[in-house]
């Protein structure tokens, strides 16, 4: 991902060891009772509720962008799903969710943000030309 010179604060955080580049997501730091709008406009491919860390619940979104079909734009830690696979989603304007999530521990953002901490939305692009490598975290 590239950082717009004339966008929002922004910082590149440490490695954290999984074998995927520093700029290959983004975790945005929100107002806790914002709205969680669709960060591309596209189809929906995947939505729904997965264990995060192996004990946490979470709803994720899974978009097929416009501009880049069969490339995947996968959005994390919010409440309220509010769309569902086939769905049109429209940048900025349709809601995916109702509120980011606050999560039950401490999140490496959290280190950066102001006290007390707000929530985080998190965001990757997966360009499927790029292998996936498994992290070697071993799952659950």
């Given at each position: 991902m590239d950082?717009?010179?004339?966008?929002a604060p922004w910082s590149t955080l440490e490695d954290r060891g999984r074998n995927t580049?520093?700029?290959t997501a983004a975790d945005v730091v929100v107002d806790p009772t914002a709205e969680i709008r669709s960060p591309v406009t596209?189809?929906?491919?995947?939505?729904?509720?997965y264990v995060l860390y192996c004990d946490h619940s979470d709803?994720?979104?899974?978009?097929?962008?416009?501009l880049s079909p069969g490339w995947e734009v996968k959005v994390f830690h919010f409440e309220g799903l509010q769309v569902g696979v086939g769905d049109r989603v429209e940048a900025g304007v349709?809601?995916?969710g109702t509120n980011a999530r606050y999560?039950?521990?401490?999140?490496q953002v959290d280190e950066f943000t102001a006290e007390p901490s707000s929530?985080?939305?998190?965001i990757e692009v997966i360009d499927p030309s790029i292998p996936d490598i498994p992290s070697g975290s071993g799952g659950c």
């Open positions: 950082v717009f010179a004339d966008g580049g520093r700029r596209g189809t929906v491919v995947r939505a729904g509720t709803h994720f979104v899974v978009i097929d962008p416009d349709t809601r995916i999560l039950p521990f401490v999140s929530p985080h939305v998190h």
